[in-house]
């Protein structure tokens, strides 16, 4: 198991990594990146590799995570599409694993997106399959509190049943965060121990539970206004490792016990140890990893905290 961030490629950055200790990286393969599947070149990619590997640092993952059921029919089959050109872009690199949202019909109840993310998934976790890639779905609802509703259905084992029964592949698994079970009250450990093959990658991010902020706004999070960090929602608040609720030891350990082979890379998305990002709006994914991913305070507090727990 290698410590590691989820990032933008860079040559700076990969300095920095290897400055600080780190030896793995989830690179963003978003169409903003340095990653953009359908236009970087093979020679571009033997650039990004020999850089890397001179420096000892794995390529864990490729992240884009895209609502690939969105009620714009457009956006999701443009998803979709995308999703597919980040697995052979995975194969072309020799990088087992990519990381994406299951998706979700937002304007709709959530198991009226079952059938569609069959219909979706199963050509994509085909492509997978034969291309040896897994594809690892991240349990983040992506819950939007003033709308009342998310953009991924993934976020608990009652649904992680349910889409592992419409696509039973081994290619198909989790991308497992903490922290998002912090903020949902689902038992980190408990479902690192039940799912644990299932584990394709792992987001180190903390949580911190704001009760004083529960109390005015209630657990579903403030109905009135934006409360200024990237969650939004009031009292979840995201941390750097070590600055939150999740009990690292206990996590690390039951993935050892589980016996997970991946990488723990740090999603960085702290706004108290982040100099740049805090007040930068956020329209997606690809700007949260685009601000924070490089954002050196936070990745290296977050590193002091778990290079105690990783050999």
Not at 65 to 80: I, K, W
Not at 133 to 141: G, Q
Not at 181 to 189: E, F, P, Q, S, T
């Amino acid at each position: 198991m290698r410590l590691g961030f989820y990032t933008n490629y860079s040559k700076s950055v990969a300095e920095f990594a290897h400055r600080t200790g780190f030896r793995s990286m989830q690179l963003s393969a978003w169409p903003t990146s340095s990653l953009n599947a359908d236009t970087i070149t093979d020679k571009q990619i033997s650039a990004i590799r020999s850089d890397l590997a001179s420096k000892d640092i794995e390529i864990s993952a490729l992240g884009y995570y895209p609502n690939p059921l969105s009620d714009d029919a457009d956006a999701a089959l443009e998803a979709q599409r995308y999703i597919k050109k980040v697995i052979e872009l995975a194969a072309r690199m020799e990088v087992k694993v990519i990381s994406t949202f299951a998706g979700r019909r937002k304007s709709r109840p959530v198991h009226e997106s079952f059938a569609p993310f069959k219909e979706a998934f199963s050509p994509i976790v085909e492509l997978a399959e034969k291309k040896g890639i897994k594809v690892a779905i991240e349990n983040c609802p992506m819950h939007d509190f003033m709308a009342g509703a998310g953009e991924n259905i993934a976020y608990s084992p009652e649904l992680w049943d349910e889409i592992f029964s419409l696509i039973p592949s081994d290619n198909l698994g989790l991308e497992f965060d903490p922290s998002h079970c912090v903020w949902l009250h689902i038992d980190y450990v408990a479902a690192v121990r039940q799912y644990g093959k299932k584990i394709f990658h792992v987001h180190a991010k903390d949580l911190e539970v704001r009760r004083d902020i529960m109390n005015r706004v209630s657990i579903l999070g403030s109905a009135k206004e934006f409360q200024g960090h990237v969650m939004a929602h009031g009292w979840p608040r995201a941390r750097t490792p070590g600055w939150g609720d999740v009990d690292w030891p206990k996590f690390i350990t039951a993935l050892r016990d589980v016996g997970y082979h991946g990488n723990l890379d740090i999603e960085h998305e702290d706004d108290v140890f982040a100099n740049t990002a805090a007040f930068t709006e956020h329209q997606n994914e690809a700007d949260v990893v685009g601000n924070y991913g490089s954002d050196e305070l936070g990745l290296t507090l977050g590193y002091k905290t778990l290079s105690r727990y990783i050999a």
